[in-house]
């Protein structure tokens, strides 16, 4: 029984040690995307808060277009917003550009900080995602 416990720490140590040797490179904000800005689902600022029912997105602004997943969190349209046929086009964090109904978005604000500013941006990554100030 000895052996087997030694045989595990030993285990752990080796896997520890593997981990650390990977090393981690953090994410950081390379550029803010001008022509861009970032919306809410208008939803998340309603009585259900984040527990309203999933927005749909769409893979083009025609009443045909299939439904390809869902917006959550910050939203990143253009700025202005320019819709087609009610929808607004969007960019997910993988760079795709998918559409949104118009009426499902409102301004970005923080509830704990209304100072803050949200900005789009391209990540070290090569996502895409936002940063905030203020």
């Given at each position: 029984?000895?052996?087997?416990?030694?045989?595990?720490?030993?285990?752990?140590?080796v896997?520890?040690?593997?981990?650390?040797?990977?090393?981690?490179?953090?994410?950081?904000?390379?550029?803010?995307?001008?022509?861009?800005?970032?919306?809410?689902?208008?939803?998340?600022?309603?009585?259900?808060g984040?527990?309203?029912?999933p927005?749909?997105?769409?893979?083009?602004?025609?009443?045909?277009?299939?439904?390809?997943?869902?917006?959550?969190?910050?939203?990143?349209?253009?700025?202005?917003?320019?819709?087609?046929?009610?929808?607004?086009?969007?960019?997910?964090?993988?760079?795709?550009?998918?559409?949104?109904?118009?009426?499902?978005?409102?301004?970005?604000?923080?509830?704990?900080n209304?100072?803050?500013?949200?900005?789009?941006?391209?990540?070290?990554?090569?996502?895409?995602?936002?940063?905030?100030?203020?």
């Amino acid at each position: 029984m000895m052996r087997f416990g030694a045989l595990l720490l030993a285990s752990g140590w080796v896997l520890t040690a593997v981990a650390h040797a990977q090393g981690y490179t953090p994410v950081r904000p390379v550029k803010t995307l001008s022509g861009w800005q970032c919306m809410s689902l208008a939803s998340v600022y309603g009585a259900d808060g984040t527990n309203t029912p999933p927005v749909p997105v769409y893979d083009g602004p025609g009443p045909g277009a299939p439904p390809v997943g869902t917006g959550a969190g910050v939203i990143i349209v253009p700025k202005p917003l320019q819709p087609v046929n009610g929808r607004v086009e969007m960019l997910w964090p993988n760079g795709r550009k998918v559409w949104i109904q118009a009426d499902e978005l409102a301004p970005w604000h923080s509830l704990s900080n209304p100072n803050a500013v949200c900005h789009p941006t391209l990540l070290s990554n090569g996502r895409y995602g936002f940063t905030t100030s203020g």
